[in-house]
């Protein structure tokens, strides 16, 4: 059974870094066979549904899993690909418009709502920020980043997982710290009811 997308990106958990690194692979190769009829190849090779092979696509732009050049590549294949069925590109145009401005958006904040709800499960689970940053490929900072926004915004995550995160964060406080953080998730917790 081919692989769909949520799938295939499941089979990364906790490994962000190697899955953008695998569609980036999947991408560059995309935009350098001259077959305008990869759509076919790239499904069969990889055993992948032809959504999934979209997505994958979609998703290597947007991350940053690929350069701006093989970006630039890859809507040009796709604009000779619509042209040969359709004769009109302006709508292929149009999407890498949106994902070139989406592929900007994620540099400033790289991280998705699935990621963050599993950041903070790995994170209240145990593993250390930089343990999760380098499977990310991020920093430290923009881990304590995503924690802050999911401890901080209604519904992203359950009251359980906050009182988890909540738990481990003062634990691992030192005393004259940890009053400080106290008052922080009391803050929190405010926050998190409006």
Known sequence: MPYTFERLH??????????????????????????VQAEKFFCKEYNITKSCYHRILEYAVITGSVSNNTVDKMENKACLNARAHSGKDNRVQEHYVQLRKERIEFRKYPF???????????????????????????????????????????????????????????????????????????????????
């Open 112 to 194: 998705f709502k699935r990621d963050e709800k599993d950041i903070a499960t790995f994170y209240a689970q145990g593993q250390g920020s930089a343990e999760i940053a380098k499977s990310y490929g991020c920093t430290v900072k923009q881990i304590k980043l995503v924690l802050y926004k999911v401890c901080t915004t209604k519904g992203i995550i359950s009251d359980q997982l906050f009182k988890m995160i909540k738990n481990r964060s003062l634990e691992e406080a030192e005393e004259e710290a940890r009053k400080k953080r106290e008052e922080q998730f009391k803050q929190y917790e405010k926050m998190r009811k409006k």
């Open 10 to 35: 499941a089979d990364y958990i906790g490994r962000e870094a190697k899955f953008r690194e695998y569609v980036g692979k999947i991408a560059t190769r995309y935009s350098e066979i001259p077959d």
